[in-house]
């Protein structure tokens, strides 16, 4: 059965630091790119940021560039997301995505929530 579970959402001050965990199970993990959504109230979901199998490629969202950091543990299926210099439009539920390379699975967490307020 696939697993994937948020963990470190929580309020933070504007300027703050917050660092989001996701521990994958269920499949194979280095087969799957790994990202980080968001979902702020009334808005789309979109892509906070983006990692390959390997962890040699990265994309982040214009938004977020500069501030974010995603990285990923292959040994431990883990996949984390640091942000810094938080800002209240950083506010929204995160949610960690697997998507397999070469096949059409994919699979979402049940986020976490980020409130960025003073």
């Known amino acids: 059965q696939v697993h994937l579970v948020e963990s470190g959402g929580g309020l933070v001050q504007p300027g703050g630091s917050l660092r989001l965990s996701c521990a994958a199970s269920?499949?194979?993990?280095?087969?799957?790119?790994m990202s980080w959504y968001r979902q702020a109230p009334g808005k789309e979901r979109e892509l906070v940021a983006a990692?390959?199998?390997?962890?040699?490629?990265?994309k982040y969202a214009d938004s977020v560039k500069g501030r974010f950091t995603i990285s990923r543990d292959n040994v431990k299926n883990t996949v984390a997301l640091q942000m810094s210099s938080l800002k209240s439009e950083d506010t929204a539920v995160y949610y960690c995505?697997?998507?397999?390379?070469?096949?059409?699975?994919?699979?979402w967490g049940q986020g976490t929530q980020v409130t960025v307020s003073s």
């Open positions: 995505n697997a998507v397999r390379i070469g096949g059409t699975e994919t699979y």
């Open positions: 269920g499949f194979t993990f280095n087969s799957y790119a």
């Open positions: 990692m390959t199998r390997a962890g040699g490629g990265t």
